[in-house]
């Protein structure tokens, strides 16, 4: 993701290599000199609210709070359907650098050995009283699990024999009679 600084004094595109910008401690890339009051920049992984800095020359010119990187999205969680006590990986974008502090609930209950691998892939252990239905959370995005009942694929010409087999049993009480000599 590319973003534009807006200011005064930046030069011409031959002053690109001149100017370092870092947003949250992380350099940008491709730094760009649009023109006297814009730069552009690729966008290091980040994570909620981080500062902005531009250098010249190893010189502090510039230096914000309050770039808001957007909040975490989940896009897929694996393995489905989730085992209680047992890794599961979390796939997105937005969880920042290795290392960030994400939250990660599931059903409702904080997940264990959280570890941010990098901005798009989170693990973590499952609580042990995970349901297979259920919500993970990443600070507040969520993604619904709902697992569908068990299906069985049964072929067009064995479908008469399964209702007997389905049909309902009939319990027949069997009385044994034990006669003891005394």
């Given amino acids: ?51 902005v800095s531009l250098t010249a020359r190893n010189q502090d010119v510039f230096k914000k709070a309050g770039y808001s990187y957007g909040g975490p999205i989940i896009v897929n969680v694996q393995p489905l359907p989730l085992v209680p006590s047992s890794p599961v990986t979390i796939y997105g974008y937005n969880f920042g650098p290795e290392g960030s502090p994400l939250e990660i609930f ?49 072929p067009e010409h064995k479908k008469k024999n399964i209702a007997a087999i389905v049909a309902p049993a009939v319990i027949i009480p069997i009385v044994v009679i034990a006669l003891c000599a005394v």
Avoid at 111 to 134: E, G, H, K, R, W
Avoid at 141 to 151: E, G, H, R
């Fill in 106 to 154: 599931i059903g409702g209950v904080l997940a264990d050995n959280i570890s941010v691998f990098n901005d798009s892939l989170a693990f973590c252990i499952a609580p042990a009283n995970t349901p297979l239905n259920t919500v993970v959370a990443v600070d507040g995005s969520q993604f619904s699990i709902v697992v569908p009942p068990p299906q069985i694929a049964v």
């Fill in 1 to 51: 993701q590319n973003v534009t600084i807006v200011g005064d004094n930046f030069g011409n595109k031959t002053h690109s290599n001149l100017l370092q910008v870092t947003i949250g401690g992380r350099p940008c890339s491709d730094v760009v000199v649009v023109n006297h009051n814009n730069l552009t920049c690729t966008l290091p992984p980040g994570y909620k609210n981080s500062t």
